[in-house]
């Protein structure tokens, strides 16, 4: 396949970014859109030039690292991770836009990589629980109805790739928020901070710049991992709990 790329180039947070164009003569439909950027930054290493920065780790559709916009979509025309869209995707003779999430609260590191860090602060201001770590209780020790396990492990998918925010016209972090209220709610081993967690985690998700939620669903659409949009009822419906219980 001939392969036509625009990719956003920016060097630091400071400096202004603009569209770089490139061309791949020989790209195989069987290689993942990671390994297609890898034989782009291999011959731009052989020019002498700078290689795209692109965030990247396991690979497998695991660790939520690697997203960017494709074509103006979160992780491509594909619901999937951007290192499991392959260019079978994609046709011979296109041409593929590629630039970093856009969101205040992401802020561009370099190229296609942003900083991610206000999603460890919404988990540090509640996305946790009162455990004894000192020895691990027997896994039936506290029995857990199946439909709360069941949407505990729903909400848990989250891989906080942070496709949601990039999808949101509002650049909103909502959907992440409630999946991680939603996943500890829903265990008993989540109650005793459970008010005092919605409260803390969506009062960050704000002090971090994230836009409010308007039910758009544009972030269930772009989700690699399905977490469902009644997700964020759950969380309004804690929240108000906690307020009425004067949090």
């Not at 494709?70 to 296109?94: K, N, V, W, Y």
């Not at 602060?121 to 629980?129: E, H, W």
């Not at 704000?206 to 308007?214: A, K, S, W, Y």
Request: proline share 6%; with cysteine.
């Amino acid at each position: 396949m001939r392969i036509t790329l625009k990719v956003w180039r920016q060097k630091n947070a400071a400096t202004p970014g603009r569209m770089v164009d490139y061309r791949l003569d020989d790209v195989s439909e069987d290689m993942s859109f990671l390994e297609m950027l890898d034989v782009l930054n291999e011959s731009l290493i052989a020019a002498g030039e700078e290689p795209v920065a692109f965030d990247h780790d396991c690979r497998e559709g695991i660790c939520g690292m690697c997203g960017v916009m494709i074509d103006g979509i979160a992780h491509g025309p594909e619901m999937t991770t951007t290192c499991q869209l392959h260019m079978r995707s994609f046709a011979d003779g296109d041409t593929i836009t590629v630039e970093p999430w856009r969101a205040d609260p992401f802020p561009v590191i370099k190229d296609l990589v942003v900083n991610r860090g206000a999603f460890d602060r919404i988990i540090a201001a509640g996305g946790y629980i009162s455990a004894n770590t000192g020895a691990a209780p027997d896994a039936h020790a506290m029995p857990v109805p199946k439909a709360d396990a069941d949407r505990a492990f729903e909400a848990a998918a989250c891989i906080s790739c942070g496709a949601c925010v990039a999808a949101c016209p509002n650049g909103s972090a909502m959907l992440f928020t409630a999946a991680k209220v939603t996943h500890l709610g829903s265990l008993p081993q989540g109650q005793p901070e459970r008010d005092d967690r919605v409260v803390n985690m969506l009062h960050q998700h704000d002090v971090e710049g994230f836009g409010g939620c308007t039910n758009i669903g544009e972030c269930t659409a772009v989700c690699p991992v399905g977490i469902p949009l009644d997700t964020i009822s759950q969380l309004n419906f804690d929240l108000r709990h906690a307020l009425g219980r004067g949090h």
